[in-house]
């Protein structure tokens, strides 16, 4: 598809993060061109929708096999793109395709119509509900997680019975251009997943279309200039939006893998995660343990290009967030106790552990969207919960805990909770995912995923005329005295 316009640049570029080549021109789509797609979508989601949801399954398990025997492919384009290793590339598709076979495999059960019972005055009714698709979905989706993220919504959006326009973040387009491709050979016929590329605009242009929801996942910032754009035709939006997530040490956990969870949940993916560990708070008892662990583990962490567990920070103006909040940090006070400003090397990014960190600093308070980890020492589990809830943001949290991991998980105010292993909700397909706050709100994942793509629908058909015919002029007096005894009776002997 290429731009009608010819009065601005209608390609852009995507570099390599770790070495600045280019990897691949994309056209930038503008508002007509998006509207086509739009109009294309609408255009096939009948069908779509009509195929029925063995079909759609069907359908859908030839899209995973075509993403699983070109995984190596997609690993590589990941790579290239946003820079992550390729080993971590192939983890995220495996994660990817395990919530694509979930919802393919049980959208009939969650979405498929029931019957559910009537009211004691409304028992002469058969009553049906069900979950019928939007028709249309725009997908907006973020770089950390090219793969990942927007299958979450584009698995499950299709599964539900909607076609998908999806628009990837223009430093991971390839990844989505290839998405679609692969699901073009698994549905050749008409155009049920479309991928529009481009910028911001391109994302703007595509809330402002006939879609019949957006799904956006991204930052916040971004998320609230979408909410906006879709209050002018009340679109209704899922909004997957950023974290800044804790891990809690209790003085009885494991603090071997508790460490270990902070450091790959802090650390991996160069700290570019939504549900990133960012802050870690420690029971005072095992402070000095638990860090002295943390240093030992992450002595031998590189950030580097090539095979190196740690890849560049994507995006270029990331590294100024980063630089600012270690630079708060120790001016406040803080002590790195590895890496720190030096730590900046270019793309590059090397492991940083903060300490003694004012709980108003940038470092606690923002997302920093970097290879960093605040570890705070805490007298209580009331002191730690209260610290991991005084945030705007509250999308998931991680608990070490060997006797009360699950009352602390309850008193965590985030969409998902995961005790004794670093966010594990957001792989299990049966969990839904999604946040609070300044995180968002609507979810992906499980029954609570698919629900999200569609709409409810109640039916009733009246099986037999009602004894006590309450909505009609003819209503007699008798009937009103009934009905005003039955309410007594049904309502009035509470307390
Ligand atoms: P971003 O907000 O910069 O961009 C996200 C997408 O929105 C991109 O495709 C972008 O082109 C598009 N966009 C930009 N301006 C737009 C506009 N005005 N209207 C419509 N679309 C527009 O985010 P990012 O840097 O790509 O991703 C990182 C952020 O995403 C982080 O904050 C991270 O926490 C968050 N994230 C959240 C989840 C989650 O599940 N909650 C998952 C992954 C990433």
Not at 41 to 46: I, Q, R, S
Not at 96 to 107: D, G, S, T
Not at 403 to 419: F, K, M, P, Y
Request: proline letters at 5%; hydrophobic letters at 40%.
């Amino acid at each position: 598809m290429t731009s009608l316009t010819v009065d601005r640049p209608t390609t852009f570029d995507v570099h390599s993060p770790a070495t600045g080549t280019v990897v691949g021109t994309y056209p930038s789509h503008d508002e007509l061109a998006v509207e086509a797609a739009v109009d294309r979508a609408h255009g096939a989601a009948t069908w779509w929708r009509t195929a029925g949801f063995a079909e759609r399954a069907r359908r859908l398990d030839r899209w995973r096999a075509e993403i699983t025997r070109g995984r190596d492919e997609l690993a590589d384009l990941v790579h290239a793109e946003m820079g992550k290793p390729r080993s971590d590339a192939k983890l995220e598709i495996v994660m990817a395709l395990e919530h694509l076979k979930w919802a393919a495999r049980h959208a009939e059960k969650v979405l498929g119509p029931r019957s559910v019972t009537p009211s004691l005055l409304t028992l002469n009714h058969a009553c049906r509900v069900e979950y019928r698709p939007f028709g249309v979905v725009g997908v907006i989706g973020p770089w950390n997680y090219p793969v990942f993220t927007p299958l979450s919504s584009i698995s499950f959006a299709l599964a539900a019975g909607n076609t998908v326009v999806f628009k990837p973040s223009e430093y991971s387009t390839g990844v989505g251009v290839w998405l679609a491709d692969a699901f073009a050979r698994a549905v050749p016929e008409h155009p049920v997943l479309q991928v529009v590329t481009g910028g911001g605009d391109t994302g703007a242009a595509l809330c402002r279309s006939r879609v019949g929801k957006i799904g956006f996942t991204g930052s916040t910032e971004t998320g609230k200039r979408v909410l906006a754009a879709c209050a002018q035709r009340l679109t209704p939006v899922l909004m997957e939006c950023g974290g800044k997530d804790a891990l809690i040490v209790d003085a009885d956990a494991d603090l071997r893998a508790a460490a270990d969870a902070a450091l790959w949940g802090g650390m991996s993916n160069a700290g570019q995660t939504c549900l990133g560990v960012e802050r870690v708070y420690v029971h005072t008892d095992v402070y000095d343990a638990f860090l002295t662990e943390l240093l030992d583990q992450t002595r031998e962490l590189r950030a580097g290009s090539g095979d190196a567990k740690i890849g560049p920070i994507t995006m270029p103006k990331q590294l100024e967030v980063i630089r600012r909040h270690i630079d708060d940090a120790i001016a406040r006070g803080g002590r790195a106790l590895l890496g720190g400003l030096d730590a900046i090397e270019g793309q590059f990014v090397q492991p940083t552990i903060l300490v003694d960190v004012p709980e108003d600093s940038a470092a606690v308070t923002e997302e920093t969207f970097g290879p960093t980890l605040v570890v705070t020492r805490v007298a209580t589990m009331d002191e730690a919960v209260e610290r991991v809830n005084d945030s705007d943001y509250g999308l998931g949290a991680t608990v070490f805990a060997r006797r009360h991991g699950q009352a602390i998980a309850d008193r965590i105010e985030s969409g998902g909770t995961s005790i004794n292993a670093f966010v594990a909700h957001a792989t299990i397909p049966t969990l839904p995912l999604g946040g609070v706050g300044a995180s968002g709100f609507g979810r992906v994942h499980g029954p609570d995923g698919l629900r999200e793509f569609t709409y409810a629908k109640a039916t009733t058909r009246q099986r037999f005329p009602s004894p006590l015919a309450l909505t009609t002029f003819t209503r007699s007096a008798a009937i009103d005295s009934a009905v005003d005894r039955l309410v007594s009776v049904l309502h009035g002997r509470i307390g």
